[in-house]
């Protein structure tokens, strides 16, 4: 048997089972995502994206360049150990806005890839965490930092633009991030 060559070790990603090493750092960029091949819990170390992250258990690719699908049995992991904010498409199939917000949702995750983790949430699949959440109309955009959730959107907007400021006022980017050091 053949060892893996050193360039895709650090590709492969790690099991979210593996109890971290010590608690995130403030810079650290890190999303649990389950493999849509497999549903394993993965730990996405999100500085390393352009590396290209395979699952730990099926080695095939962890795509975060568009919406992932979230199910009740990985929600709430997937919440707590990822250190961006998250951003949730709470939706149904047979809801015409929702369908018309999906290629938009496809279109920002691709856009804000490794900075906001976006995911899709079935709520006739999942009914049980769109009540948690007070989820009333769809499709609903939740919008969640450290697990919790902190703003929403509820309709289609009509386009990316608004959906865009509404991310933007929530999610501090490295601009207005400097821009507030600057000042204080």
Sequence with gaps: MTQPSSTEQPATAKPAA???ASEPKKDERRAVVACSFCATPNRIDLTKLSQGPKCAKCHRPILLDRPIKAAEADYDKSLQGTTVPVLVDFYADWCGPCRMMTPVVEQLAGEYAGKVTIGKL?????QDIAIRYGVMGIPTLGLFRDGKLVDW???FPGGSAPI???IEKNVP?????AKATATN
Excluded: C, F, R
């Design 153 to 155: 959107l509820v309709g």
């Design 173 to 177: 980017t490295e601009a207005t991030e």
């Design 164 to 166: 865009k400021a509404w």
């Design 122 to 126: 079935d709520v006739d699949a999942n």
């Design 18 to 20: 593996e109890p971290a």
